[in-house]
T-cell receptor
């Protein structure tokens, strides 16, 4: 069966520091991969999605970037965090035909 | 951009009652999905309804889709305290590669 792992689960970082959130998927190949952000009590905002290694589509211009160095690995990064980057970050995957998306457990980021 | 908008934003009901949540969207879709999120957790897929379907059932869940009105509803029958969560609709309007989520309905089921 397929599983998705996302870490770290919680993170407190000072303004201006770098960020790296990592996500890996097991039990499938060539998945579509996604990063979403959720502000407290709000809906999900699609940040990035990838349909293959090295292929990244950005939905919202911002302080963040994403990379897909391997087929089942998706990384969310920032060189310098802003206070507004605080939130709940969710990695997700879907089969290459799309449709249903399966989420990781999320990473809470607090920028102080 | 926000595609799906849920209504109401929050709903409080007594255990055993039915809960109905609505979702409206703006553009044509291939399918619409409903997800559930427990507080502080990832989202879990509940049900998918295709644009050529009008109604779908899964256990205590019933989803309807009206493409002429660009709306969907999720009905949870005989609610339980464990149904307390946020519920989101999601559509694939722009592309089959990505889902756009609404802002969600927070459901509280009182024991």
């Amino acid at each position: 069966s397929q599983t998705i792992h996302q870490w770290p689960a919680t993170l407190v970082q000072p303004v201006g520091s770098p960020l790296s959130l990592e996500c890996t998927v097991e039990g499938t190949s060539n998945p579509n991969l996604y990063w979403y952000r959720q502000a407290a009590g709000r809906g999900l905002q699609l940040l990035f999605y990838s349909v293959g290694i090295g292929q990244i589509s950005s939905e919202v211009p911002q302080n963040l970037s994403a990379s897909r160095p391997q087929d089942r690995q998706f990384i969310l990064s920032s060189k310098k965090l802003l206070l507004s980057d605080s939130g709940f970050y969710l990695c997700a995957w879907a089969g290459s035909s799309g449709n249903t998306i399966y989420f990781g457990e999320g990473s809470w980021l607090t920028v102080v | 951009s926000q595609q799906g908008e849920e209504d109401p934003q929050a709903l409080s009901i007594q255990e055993g009652e039915n809960a109905t949540m609505n979702c409206s969207y703006k553009t044509s879709i291939n399918n619409l999905q409903w997800y559930r999120q427990n507080s502080g957790r990832g989202l879990v897929h509940l049900i998918l309804i295709r644009s050529n379907e009008r109604e779908k059932h899964s256990g205590r869940l019933r989803v309807t889709l009206d493409t002429s009105k660009k709306s969907s509803s999720l009905l949870i029958t005989a609610s339980r305290a464990a149904d307390t969560a946020s519920y989101f609709c999601a559509t694939d309007a722009d592309s089959s590669y990505k889902l756009i989520f609404g802002s969600g309905t927070r459901l509280l089921v009182r024991p």
